[in-house]
């Protein structure tokens, strides 16, 4: 039998509130600990910054004051619950080595949903911008040999390859290319939570980004992030344009909480490190509370069930991530030439100098030598002879297989790059 969050008896809000000593936890240590472990933490401090962000909202948009305390009460604990994860991060992991996690999360946190995923328009989205995330991987751990002299694998445990994806000077497109179509109430829970959960993931890297681009202590660094950062709020326009866009404030706050719900029951179930396994079921009880919480609200506020909008509360399969190397490399095959047209993906060399992507890239990219992304490798590669790289065998794209040379053509259009020649 699964495990059906609303059939447990929940705590009321003020239980699970915790003292000001309680609000910071002990750091893991990042030499010994499971990148996965650090990948989960990363996941539940996205998916708390998530939900606070969604209450705020929330509150903003309704006039009854009741209600509004009701929310508040919710939101004071999701904050100490993010207090509580954020502070796992230990004082002598750079900002740069947390980037690499992030990225990490983005490539594996990706594939473990696109490969249940039954919906096509969203398993579509999820390949795309796994190729994306992917490359910024490797432009990142090419940044990180090149600064502090550490090798990326040693960060990601071997459990992802590191080269290039769709080099990331191919990923600026027209805002008009990143909006998809949404789901809607029809679709599987799992659909909706892998929705709300990657969103949530590509949101929280969006938001690092913004916040640390310019603390990074180069200018090289720096500049590599507001890239990249821009790349990121393509991907959160392009999941948030998924979510179901036909729910009410009270609904959508339900399906937040059995998310979080979800989530942190994945992680307990999934987690190596027995210290913060415990503390995945702590939080997971709160969440449940918090659930239950939210169904009452839905009840009183907008006369109606939990179970209408969730008819069977029993989580689906678990998230569970683990290295799966050769779906990635499929995904590369298949897909590393496509760029977005509207809806739709198609190949950059198919489309005209008329093309919304042409025209952006025509503002955006005055010069290829001046991209921060494609700079950093030719850095790399004027220092050191070749680039830096974690891989298991050829790329699967001749194309991207030269490690002597940047490519900046896959997934562009050709012409592009010839006039801007560098
Ligand atoms: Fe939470
Ligand atoms: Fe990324
Ligand atoms: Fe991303
Ligand atoms: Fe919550």
């Not at 993931?201 to 916040?211: D, H």
């Amino acid at each position: 039998m699964g495990m059906n969050p609303f059939e447990l008896k929940p705590k009321n809000i003020e239980e699970t509130y915790v003292d000001i000593k309680n609000l910071s936890s002990k750091p893991y240590n990042k030499n010994s600990t499971d990148p996965y472990t650090k990948l989960r933490v990363i996941l539940a401090n996205g998916a708390e910054f998530e939900q606070v962000w969604f209450g705020h909202q929330l509150s903003r948009r309704t006039s009854d004051n009741e209600l509004r305390r009701q929310v508040a009460a919710i939101r004071r604990s999701e904050q100490q619950q993010q207090k509580r994860i954020s502070s796992l991060k230990p004082i002598n992991e750079s900002i740069l080595e947390h980037t690499i996690g992030y990225e990490m999360l983005a490539v594996d946190l990706t594939i473990a949903l696109a490969k249940h995923e039954e919906n096509e328009v969203v398993q579509k989205a999820l390949n795309f911008a796994l190729l994306e995330d992917f490359d910024h991987l490797y432009r990142y751990a090419n940044l990180l040999e090149e600064d502090k002299g550490i090798k990326a694998e040693k960060l990601v445990g071997k459990y992802v390859e590191i080269m290039p994806g769709r080099p990331t000077i191919s990923e600026h497109r027209h805002p008009h290319d990143d909006i998809r179509n949404h789901i809607t109430d029809k679709d599987s829970l799992l659909t909706k939570l892998n929705v709300g959960i990657i969103t949530a993931a590509e949101q929280q890297t969006m938001n690092y980004y913004m916040n640390n681009a310019i603390f990074y202590d180069n200018e090289m660094g720096r500049k590599l992030y507001s890239e990249i950062a821009m790349i990121e709020e393509q991907h959160v326009t392009q999941y948030g344009g998924l979510m179901n866009t036909k729910t009410t404030w009270l609904e959508c706050l339900l399906m937040h909480e059995y998310t979080e719900c979800y989530l942190y029951y994945s992680n307990y179930e999934t987690e190596t490190d027995e210290r913060i396994k415990a503390l995945w079921e702590e939080l997971f009880e709160q969440e449940v509370a918090h659930l239950h919480k939210a169904a009452n609200l839905l009840q009183e506020y907008d006369n109606k069930q939990w179970e209408q909008i969730i008819p069977d509360g029993t989580f689906p399969e678990l998230l569970k991530l683990t290295p799966d190397k050769e779906y990635l490399r499929g995904v590369i095959k298949d897909s590393v030439y496509l760029t977005a047209d509207k809806e739709d993906y198609i190949e950059a060399k198919r489309l005209g100098e008329d093309s919304d992507f042409y025209k952006f890239q025509q503002i955006f990219i005055k010069k290829d030598a001046d991209v921060p992304s494609h700079k950093v490798i030719k850095n790399h590669i004027a220092q050191k002879g070749e680039d830096y790289r974690y891989q298991k065998g050829e790329h699967p794209t001749d194309e991207l297989n030269d490690r002597k040379e940047d490519n900046t053509s896959v997934g562009r259009i050709t012409g592009i790059s010839d006039k801007n020649n560098d």
